[in-house]
């Protein structure tokens, strides 16, 4: 999925954003990551078609846990879904699981990471902007849109009478608190009460300000561990009634901590079993969520939360001939590894050329990529071969350049 070798779409700056953090991160930029995207093609278009296409966008939900390597890729692939759920007018909500800041554990946690990184669909120009994110800025737009809608319909003492009407008419939803604050928002926009407005979305973003506060807009209930699935349901909720397609969470967790207690290890698994069964209830329809972990390991246990799991999670995702398996492999995506890294090294090499002005003499350029996917497939049973591979390749591009040579 993106422009072939050599049809590079990037102005200068941008391809010099994208080598800069490739070349000293081994990340993908969150964009740019269209111009070396390489092997996917079958995972992706299968997704597409069989999900956001069709099935979740009809009102299905579905999870799904994808499987690499610290560096494998599983970012880059995570930025290619939220970018096809933008083709088809999702919300999208791309979160980082970590030990310390969002556990799996505490699901509180996770609404609250949802709840600050949900993104509308973006031009290159927002999402490099940074201002689009979050339920805030999703409210403001929403809001925004709505207003434009009706100032040309309506004369001006009718618009907000009519907002009113909308915003009180939507639900209802799981949590009578969350459609509240909801509204609350929606109307303190309208009716310019700047305090208010702050005051119920830092509730919305589970920051439980005092419930003595909360009262007069109807809020009762605390973001916490026993309200947290109630309130993702009805984020969802809250989404479809937005005219959105539905919503993509995509959670990519970082590293998973060996240090995690028995009963947080017993509650992680537990959460996760609960997500994947919310997904065949209708509260989450036109939701669908993807898990990125480097292994299997926390599935290694003998209590019957650990084999409720693994049944949730025995069926493998095959783009070709069983779509609905859970399970995405990344390294199995690509049916020869080597030829995967030279074609990455290829368009990282045309997105080079664009970043410095150059351009290089193909055989000596093809070559040097050659060397590099060879050497970092030799350290495959080596964490992030795909990741020390892109650093590698730009460190070769820079000697290129500067001395004419690779070595």
């Known amino acids: 999925m993106g422009p072939e070798y050599g049809e590079v779409g990037v102005d200068s700056i941008t391809a010099r954003k994208i080598i800069e953090i490739v070349g000293g991160q081994g990340n993908p930029p969150e964009y740019g990551f269209q111009y070396f995207t390489a092997g996917l093609d079958s995972y992706l278009e299968t997704i597409d078609e069989e999900y956001l ?3 979740i966008k009809d009102g299905g939900s579905a999870f799904k846990m994808v499987i690499g390597v610290y560096g ?3 970012t880059h692939f995570l930025y290619c879904i939220r ?12 979160i980082v699981l970590s030990p310390e800041q969002t556990p799996f554990y505490k699901l509180e946690q996770v609404y609250k990471t949802i709840a600050s990184n949900l993104i509308y669909p973006q031009t290159p120009e927002e999402l490099l902007s940074g201002y689009g994110k979050g339920i805030e800025a999703i409210i403001k737009a929403w809001y925004n849109r709505k207003y434009q809608e009706m100032i040309g319909k309506l004369p001006d003492d009718l618009v907000r009478q009519e907002l009113n009407n909308y915003v ?9 608190s969350f459609k509240n604050a909801i509204k609350e928002a929606f109307l303190s926009l309208s009716e310019r009460r700047d305090n208010d407005f702050a005051l119920v979305i830092q509730w919305l973003k589970g920051e439980n300000p005092p419930k003595n506060l909360l009262r007069d807009f109807k809020i009762f209930e605390k973001i916490d561990k026993s309200t947290a699935f109630k309130m993702v349901r009805s984020l969802v909720q809250w989404v479809r009634d937005m005219g959105y397609a539905g919503i993509v969470v995509l959670m990519d967790e970082a590293e998973q901590t060996p240090s995690m207690t028995t009963k947080q290890k017993a509650t992680l698994l537990s959460n996760m079993r609960e997500l994947i069964d919310e997904c065949g209830h209708v509260n ?8 990125a972990v480097p292994d299997e390991n926390f599935l290694e246990g003998r209590t019957q939360v650990y084999e409720a799991l693994r049944q949730r999670l025995s ?6 001939t069983n779509p609905t398996g859970v399970k995405i492999y990344l390294e199995e995506a690509a049916e020869d590894p080597r030829e995967l890294l030279a074609e990455i090294g290829r368009k990282l090499s045309a997105i080079y050329e664009v970043a410095y002005g150059v351009t290089f ?5 093809d070559e040097m990529i050659a060397d590099v996917a060879r050497a ?13 591979f892109v650093k590698n390749i730009i460190e070769a591009l820079h000697r290129l350049r500067k001395t004419g040579t690779a070595e």
């Open 53 to 55: 296409g069709s099935f």
């Open 72 to 74: 494998g890729g599983k």
């Open 83 to 94: 970018e096809i759920a933008w083709n088809y007018n999702y919300i999208a909500s791309y």
């Open 168 to 176: 009180s008419a939507l639900g209802p939803y799981e949590s009578t």
């Open 284 to 291: 989450f329809r036109n939701a669908m969520w993807f898990y």
């Open 315 to 320: 069926s493998i995702f095959d783009a070709a």
């Open 361 to 365: 003499e193909t055989s000596a350029l």
């Open 376 to 388: 970092a497939y030799e350290r495959k049973l080596e964490i992030g071969y795909k990741r020390e």
